[in-house]
Structure formats: structure tokens, C-alpha cells
């Protein structure tokens, strides 16, 4: 193979090829690598502009630059404690990432954190000749947090400037994005408490603050999580996308007069924007317009904000749009279809689906146990609540049966959707195959019903969530088939909050609890995520108590088993740890394991492991 | 009342009061306050000399005194990593302090450690606000470890010297003692290997080695745990103990001549050296001579080695001398005994023991099960081992029992005393009350037996221990009363090592084990104890890795409960967590608890929750 620089932009139908040794674009008509472009070892957080072919990285806490001609640029020099190039704010308001090129990949926008005054949590690994530390810079709510600053860098000129943003103490700097003209950058902009958003405008080549575009507020909290987004035919026009009638709806935005205008409305969620037809000047969008149970594609008018559902009607989609905008591959799902792909057009006149690929039903060979998914009120008693029932197998409604609610019942999360068999985990289906009665209900606090459903929970996380499960018991009662004294309770993470929560709180209903990676107490969770739902403990103080479950080990009755990755980085081991203190002092006996050198989730064999555990402890004590 | 000095040596009858303030001289008859001393705050390690009434104590890792007229002295003055006047290579070598005083008090040895390069083990307090980083100096096996030197203090100049003892590094420096005229020091000297103890005289002025005074060397290991001590009527003779001809036994040393003389002899071991009876020029000991499961005083005749036995000649004693050496306070129990008190003459010839106290039988109102005490013969065919038996409640032969074995089997302990119950604990009885035959052996290996009882554990911990306790099993099963599908084993420290091995090597025959503390891998266990018995891992790989029990791991079949102090510093948690690993690796299910906070054992109400915890998990499991 001949090698040869050719001129970009790109002419000929060229091929981007990522190795291990770097990236290459093959031309295929004449068989040739047109250009190359090597990656350090170590690298990580890639961020390639197919434009430039600026390839932004980072290595170890700094960032660094290798232009398209080869030359590597060390774009920051910070110490330890400060980390460039990476995600803040620790994921939360839909940050994935921290560099983010401007349009045409000649200017490189980054994020800077410094964490240097953020505590450590001491994290250990006991897989080393001698167990050592891993500090984990991690912010518990109310206590300091981290700093972080916006910096644009140019390749061309290799300086970099800092958006004039002011003190950055005790503020989020979120969603990142250009203007079309690569002039201008807008953050959206929060403060500490998360119930002022700004959408600041700032220029890219100076760094000076222009103008608060927009401002949001609300009494609990605003969540933005979605960059604004230029319409492609509209270099002044952009789409914002906001909660503030009480469900995630599109919005344009004219930045010339930053006027703002409700593009959708319903009681239903815009779930992401998928992009844009140009030709038809319309957004491609999920939504839960269909059900709230489905994620569907539509075509919003631009002018209207008429909807326009493509593809299969039913299900839950995930798309990916050609770059031209012209076509969507649809890959979804549904209780009925194991998996389908379609290529659908994405104008909506023009309606043909091709389908590429069905899957057969991989549980065909299965005895499987009927699963049905209804509605009941929730304890307000006017909202209605998707639950997900699993009869055992070979069901003889003369018998009774144990029972295990599976639950999460936090933000961001769902557990009942349309996939196939209701979004249903292999183990329910297990336990149903082995006599257990199985059911799990979206309570209050959970996704994709609109903001008013999720943000009940604010500043009493986990009273209403119980309160709605708790109709879930209600529910399996009156089923008639349920043993009421062998019921069980198994959840993660939130789920395992609850868990623990409802096997404190309601020690006369379960028998049996697994809590997996529980938060404990809402004062050992990170500031992001936590502050947002329950404030600081020094603004919230009853709340924090209220929900802190160390002040009811001394209520457990029946058998609970905490379960924990030894080092698990979003709910740190303090929380089960202090949990088992709090126990032991009120002489109370849970139960409790722990996956060495794991995270907040088992992976892999661990999660067989893990799901043996969680079996053998229920199929122990639940009989 | 009047403070007043008066002029020392003593001459009224003075009481010495401390409190929180500091020490205070009372004349009793003038009613006067005679002299006082201070003490700081958070002063550790208090040693008072009261012929100099001189304190030396340590602050953080610093040595100081105050002198009897009050002035206070900095002795050392080193950085963090350099410990002071406080214990060294990890209480092993008998060595239990840090400090002493000369016999007048005027100059005050001392040791030095410093651990700067010894690897910090990450113990983790999750009792504060966020957890934090408690780190641990922990020299593991085969790693580098501290070096110890000895210095000498002189308050009087406010000097101080270091004995001239050469490189430290990889010798342990125990037993400092004293010559009556306070110009000589000795040291017993050992190398890493531990197998050859030097005794060495230094001079206390000025620190220059002067002689070897005596050598000792063994092919598995010397472990000397006593200093010399002088003959109070012979300033040039002193005592010396050594098990080299099997038995830990005294010898006379003359330390103008060097000539060593061996004192006592037989098949048992002196126990400790009570003091002296200068009028009858007599060593006061306690001793095995009238059986391995007691402990009795015995008046040693220096001319002849000839022992008296004085007092009770049954059971177990303590005994304190008075300073003119001719009464002992002897506190005595035995297995019929609850607990006596009598004062004894020291001068065997004039036995009239007076009986202060005699405790009555604290478990006259409890159900108490039938135990005895017997011997079986050990796995090499020859070696008598004792067992204690004990029977159900309300026994009926021609039932059939669950059985536990409590195990503990290594070094330095012995289970079977002549104590109450013959050292029983109110679990074992606890057990037997709820219908379990409860076994306990002490395997050779264990204390009070001879060196080469104990050392046929050399390089291979485990394995010899491990076939007398399977001799236990068959004991249990020729009992023809025991359900040998129920065995179950508890045990802690090396008895955890112990139970877990056993568990994991005979998973045929224990169905249900406790482990607690458990040494999982003797590479993870210190320095000075693990290598004693085991060489370093690089000498012994094959003895590691065979006494390495994540190596077992994938064998586990029953029931295993593995429970550990959260901030064990004696074997750190790294045991029991890598061993968790092995077994989710393995696909093997232990059950696991941690006592957050807890060191290598529990206290007080956390006992109490450990014991509820072990009782349930048999009652459980074994049932």
C-alpha cells in the first residue's frame, strides 16, 4: 500500500479506519492511505473532528492535541488535583465529555476542573502485594466542591483562552455549544442550589461574557441536560429543550433576539434529539407521544410543531441518522418483536420501512411464565402507575406464592417500558420459572412522566416512592394468589435505597430484602445528584435524617442482605459500611457481601456470581 | 493541706496517688502533700521510676521526660515515620514497651524505630463525616521491614547516646536489661532469619558493644521473650530462659566469666519469672512441672535447681511478690475452683497458705453441661494431645448431636487450662445448653508443650495442625452420640486460618464453619510473627503457597462465615477480602461480615453481636 497525502476536503469514497496504532483514511477507487494520524499510548477521552482531523486527548489529568499534520500540542500544564479535557460535575446535566470542537473543528472548547480542594474519599485496592490507596476526589453534599472553568483552545495559533465567567465557586457550567459562525460559545449556566439555569452567550476569541440569553427558575429544581442545537437552515435559530411546562419539550431559540418560543407541547416527553431533515425543515425526535412506555420517532414541523410518528408504532426505537438527514436506520423493540431494523426516510410523506433484520425470539426454547403490565393509583390517588406482574410458571391460581417486588423508584430511570417482555431481567423470569410471584411498579420519582411525577421526591426522597410501592403490596394482596407473609424486596443502587428503606420502615410486610450498593445516607452522596433532589444537609437537615437509614437499623426484623462493590465509586462503601455500625450498635443482624475491586455494578462473571448470591438468599430464606 | 517537700529516699509511710492531674506522694501521718508531678495531656506510654520518681512518657511519636523537680524534657525530637519510647518490631520477642529506666532510674534506655520505609497498609475510618485514610505501618512478609536502635537517656546531663550496635536493618533488638550498677546494658540480638539470638553487652556510657556475651542458634527458629534478670543477691549472675533443650527453662549466667548454666530441667517449661526470695536465695516461678494444663508456683533452689512447689498444687495461678520479696499474693482457679486468693510465705518451708477470698461458683444457678478433659494421640501416633469435651444438655447417648470444634492451634496459646471449665467459654456452654457437643483440641503446635510440640509448624503452617484436629473429628465419631452431617468449626486469628483451611481441605466432612480474623495468606501477615514460623515467601514459596488459602478457594462446598474487624491491624482486612475475591472467582458462595471500626477482636457490646451472630449462623446451618 502506497502511501500519499491527498487534498481534503474529502473527494473520493474514503474510509476512516481506527486502529490501535491510530487513525487512517484509505481511498478504496485507487487503494491508497491518504493520510494517517498516530495516538499515544495511554490516551484516553478521543475526541476527533472529521473536518480537521484535530484529534483531542488527554493523558493522565492534562490535555493534549495532535493537529492533522502530525504535530502534538501539550495544551494544558496542570498539576495533580487539576483535570482538563474531561467530564465534570460527575456526569450529571448530561455531561458525557469534556472537549467539544467547534463545528469545523478549528477551535477546541475544554473543560478545566480543579479539584485540589475536594475531599478524598480513600478508596483500596487489596489486589496489590499490599492493599493501596486509590483516592477519589469525591464532593458529599454540602461539603466543597470543585471548580470548573471553560477553556477554548486554538491549534492554529496554539493559544488558549478561559470564558470570563467569574468565580466558579459552587456553580455548574453545562451543555457546551457553538454557533454555527464558531464566533460564540453558550453555556447554560446553574447555580449550587439547581433552581436558576442561564443561558449565557460568550465570545469564543476573547472569552467575554455577552449576554444572559435566558433565564429558568423553579421552586425545586432545573435540570438542563441538552445542548442547544442550530437548526442546519437557520444559523441564528436554535433548539432548546426544557422541563418548564412539566414535561422535556422542544423550544426555539432566536439567538439574534433571544426570543424564546414553545415548539412542542403535551403531556408527554421529548427524550432526545435525534436531528434534523433540512429539505422538510423539521426535528427528528423520540418521544413518548405514543405511550409512556415507548420511545417513538417523529418529525416535528418546525413551523407548527406538528408531529409526525415514523416507523413502527409501537415499541421502544433507537435511531441513527445519516449524515445527510435523509434517511434513519430504526433499530426497536417491543413486548412482541425481539428486534427489528429498519431504514425508514425521514420524511414523514414518504413512509416505506425496509426491513434489514428480525430477530428470532430468543426465549422461544424457554418455559416462560406469563408477564402482563397494567396500571394502579399511586398513593395520591389520582396518578396511575405502570406495574409489571410475572405469574410463576405452570400458575395454579389456587395456590400462594411468594413474592419479590424488584424496585428502583429514583429519577432518570424506568423500569417498565415497551421491550420485549416488558423490559423484564433474565432472574425475573428465573424466580418466576422457580414459583415466585415478581412485580415491580414505576412509582412516583421515575422517568418519562413528566417533571411534576419526578420531583414529588424533592427534599423526602424515598417518602412518596414507598408510599407508591407500598400500593404495589396492596396490589399483590389483592391479587389473592401472593403468601403476604413471604414477601421479598430486591433492588440497586436507588433500588437499593428503597430496598432497605421498606425493609426498615415496613418490617411487618417483607420477610426478605437485597439491597444491592444502597445509598444509606443521602449526606455521603456527591453534591451533584444529591444537592439536586434533597439540597445540603445544612439546608435540609430534617430531610436528611428523615432519610437516612442508620437511624432505623434498630427496626429491622426479617432478613436483609446489603450487597456492595468493594469499590464502588458513586455510592462509596461508607454508606453499608456506617449502615452495619448503626446495626451492630442497635443490635440488629442484616446480612452483607461485598465484590472486591468492583464498582457500582457487578460486570461480567461477577454479575452471575452476584445473581446466585442475591437467588440463594431468597430461595433460603423466602421459603 | 500544706505542700511541702520533704527529702527523699522515703522515710514515712507515703502513698503514691495518680490522677488525671499527675502523681502525688501523701504523707499519711503529717497529712501532708510531700511531692507532686505533672502529667501532659495525651501522654502515652507513662514509665515512672519511683527510686528517681522520674517519668518518661511519649507524645505523638516523641520521647520525653519529666524529671522529678518537674523540668520537662524533649528527648527526641523526629519527624513523622520515626517512633520514640514506645514498643518495636510489633510486640513479638516478649517486648511490650518502649522505656527503661536503669535501677536506680537515672538513665533511661530506650528504643528507636524507624518505619519511614515500611509500606503503609490503607486502613479506612468510615466513622467521620466523609471516611478517611488511617494509614498503617505493616511490614508484610518478605518486605522491607522498620529498623530499630536503642538509645540511652540521661536526664541528669540531658544527653543521650545510641548504642553502637552496627546496621539495623533486618535485626530485632529485644529484651533490654539492665546491670545492677546501671554501667552495662544487655540486648538479645536476632537476625531476620531468627534463628540466632546473640546476647551482647553493650557499655551505658558510651554505647560501644563490648562483648557477645552467649549465642543460641536453631535450624527452625530461637525466639527468646525474656531479658536477663539479676540475682538480687549476686550482682554478677543473672537469669536467662531458653528453650534449647526443648523446654523453656532457667539458666545462670555469669556475666563476669560468660559461663552459662543450665538451672532447671525436665519435660515442662517455666512460665514466668515471679522475683526472688533473696533470704533463701530462691527464684519464684511459675511452671508446667505438675502438668501441662496448669500453671503453679514453684521456689527454685539456685544452688541445686531443686523446686518446691508452694501453694494450691492443683489449677492455674497469678501471683504478685511483695518488694521484700517474702510474701506472694497467689490468685489461683482450677477447674472445681471458681477463683481463691491466699497470701503465701515465699519460703517453702514454712507453708501456711492464708486464704483472703474464695469466689463462689458464679454458674451454681445456670444448667451446666457435663465437661470433661481427656487426651488422644496426635497424627505423628506418639504425641499425647489434650482434648475438652463438652456434652448437650441433658445428654442421651442414644441420640445423635450436632458437634462444633473450636479450633485456635497455633503458637502461643493453649485452649485446655485448669481453669473453670478448664478455660471454657460461656459460648461452648451456651452451645451445649442448645443441644451441641462442643469439642476443643490443642493440636501440637500450641503452647505450654515443648519446642518441638510447637514446631513442627515450621515452613508449613497448617498442615500438622490440621491432622490433629482431623484426629479430633474421629475422636467425635467414635463417640457413636455425634451427627458427623453436622460438623460444624469455629475459630479465631490463626484458629480463623485454621477453620478455613480445614473447611476448605475437608469439605467432606464440616458442613458449616465461622472464621474469624482469619490469616488467609501468611505473605499478607507481618513481618516478625509470619516469618518466625514460615521464612519469607521468597525462601518458602512452595510453604506460601500450600498454607495460601485463595488457593482453596474453588473447594468451598458448606457453609462458610467469614467475620472480620473492619480496621483489623493484625490481620488487615486484606486477608478476607483477596480471599472473597478467590471465591467469586471460583464460583464458590462464602457468607461475609465485617464489625466496622473493630480491630483483630471484638470488645464489649460488639462481643455480644458477634456471639448472636455465630450462634445464628450455626443454628442455621447446622441444623
Known amino acids: ?329 430504526d433499530s426497536y423493540v417491543s413486548h412482541s418483536i425481539p428486534h427489528n431494523i429498519d431504514v425508514l426516510s425521514s420524511n414523514h410523506k414518504r413512509q416505506k420501512p425496509v426491513n434489514l433484520f428480525a430477530a428470532e425470539n430468543p426465549y422461544k426454547d424457554y418455559a416462560m411464565p406469563e408477564i402482563s403490565v397494567g396500571t394502579l393509583k399511586a398513593a395520591d390517588g389520582m396518578t396511575d402507575l405502570y406495574y409489571r406482574l410475572v405469574k410463576p410458571l405452570n400458575f395454579n391460581p389456587n395456590k400462594k406464592y411468594p413474592a419479590i417486588i424488584y424496585v428502583y423508584g429514583g429519577p432518570h430511570a424506568q423500569m417498565i417500558k415497551d421491550r420485549m417482555n416488558y423490559g423484564i431481567s433474565g432472574w425475573d423470569i428465573y424466580m418466576a420459572q422457580e414459583g415466585y410471584v415478581m412485580l415491580t411498579v414505576d412509582s412516583r420519582g421515575s422517568a418519562n412522566r413528566g417533571l411534576a411525577f419526578e420531583n414529588v421526591i424533592f427534599r423526602q426522597l424515598g417518602v412518596e416512592e414507598m408510599k407508591d410501592q407500598m400500593k404495589g403490596v396492596d396490589f399483590l394482596r389483592e391479587l389473592g394468589f401472593v403468601d403476604m407473609n413471604r414477601l421479598g424486596i430486591h433492588g440497586w443502587s436507588y433500588g437499593g435505597f428503597m430496598t432497605t428503606n421498606l425493609m426498615l420502615t415496613h418490617n411487618d410486610v417483607f420477610k426478605v430484602a437485597v439491597a444491592g450498593g444502597p445509598v444509606i445516607d443521602w449526606s455521603y452522596y456527591e453534591v451533584m445528584y444529591g444537592e439536586r433532589y434533597m439540597d445540603t444537609p445544612q439546608q435540609n437537615p430534617d430531610g436528611y435524617k428523615n432519610a437516612d437509614l442508620k437511624q432505623k437499623a434498630g427496626r429491622l426484623k426479617g432478613r436483609l442482605d446489603i450487597v456492595i462493590g468493594g469499590n464502588d465509586p458513586t455510592c462509596v462503601p461508607q454508606h453499608s459500611i456506617s449502615f452495619l455500625r448503626s446495626c451492630i450498635d442497635a443490635g440488629t443482624h442484616p446480612d452483607f457481601f461485598v465484590y472486591p475491586g468492583d464498582g457500582h455494578n457487578m460486570r461480567g462473571l461477577d454479575r452471575v456470581h452476584l445473581y446466585e448470591h442475591v437467588t440463594r438468599y431468597f430461595m433460603e430464606h423466602l421459603n
Open 1 to 329: 500500500m502506497n502511501f500519499q497525502q491527498v487534498t481534503f476536503p474529502y473527494t473520493g469514497p474514503y474510509l476512516l479506519v481506527r486502529t490501535n496504532q491510530g487513525r487512517f483514511i484509505i481511498d478504496f477507487d485507487n487503494k491508497q492511505l491518504v493520510w494517517s494520524q498516530s495516538v499515544k499510548e495511554n490516551a484516553a477521552n478521543e475526541d476527533w473532528n472529521k473536518h480537521s482531523r484535530h484529534l483531542a486527548y488527554t493523558l493522565s489529568n492534562n490535555l493534549f492535541v495532535t493537529t492533522n499534520d502530525g504535530k502534538t500540542i501539550q495544551v494544558t500544564n496542570e498539576p495533580e488535583g487539576i483535570v482538563c479535557g474531561q467530564s465534570v460535575h460527575r456526569n450529571e446535566f448530561g455531561i458525557e465529555k469534556g472537549t467539544f470542537w467547534s463545528p469545523s473543528g478549528k477551535l477546541l472548547a475544554f473543560y478545566r476542573m480543579d479539584e485540589t480542594m475536594v475531599t478524598d474519599y480513600p478508596q483500596v485496592n487489596t489486589a496489590t502485594r499490599i492493599a493501596t490507596l486509590e483516592p477519589q476526589k469525591y464532593p458529599m453534599a454540602g461539603m466543597t466542591s470543585h471548580k470548573v472553568t471553560v477553556g477554548i483552545f486554538n491549534p492554529a495559533s496554539g493559544t488558549t483562552i478561559y470564558l470570563q465567567a467569574g468565580d466558579p465557586t459552587d456553580r455548574y457550567f453545562t451543555n457546551i455549544s457553538w454557533t454555527p459562525d464558531e464566533k460564540k460559545i453558550f453555556v447554560i449556566e446553574l447555580n449550587r442550589d439547581q433552581n436558576h439555569a442561564e443561558i449565557v452567550r460568550y465570545d469564543a476569541a476573547t472569552g467575554i461574557r455577552e449576554d444572559l440569553v435566558y433565564e429558568e427558575r423553579h421552586d425545586k429544581y432545573v435540570e438542563p441536560q441538552h445542548p442547544l442545537e442550530f437548526l442546519p437552515w437557520d444559523n441564528k435559530t436554535c433548539v432548546y429543550q426544557s422541563r418548564k411546562d412539566g414535561y422535556n419539550h422542544l423550544y426555539l431559540l432566536n439567538t439574534a433576539t433571544n426570543e424564546m418560543k414553545q415548539l412542542t407541547h403535551g403531556e408527554w416527553e421529548v427524550q432526545e434529539l435525534i436531528g434534523f431533515n433540512s429539505s422538510a425543515k423539521e426535528i427528528l425526535i423520540l418521544s413518548t407521544e405514543t405511550s409512556p412506555l415507548q420511545s417513538n420517532v417523529f418529525a416535528v414541523e418546525t413551523k407548527t410543531g406538528a408531529t409526525h410518528l415514523l416507523g413502527y408504532e409501537g415499541g421502544t426505537h433507537q435511531v441513527n441518522l445519516c449524515s445527510n438527514g435523509k434517511y434513519l436506520i
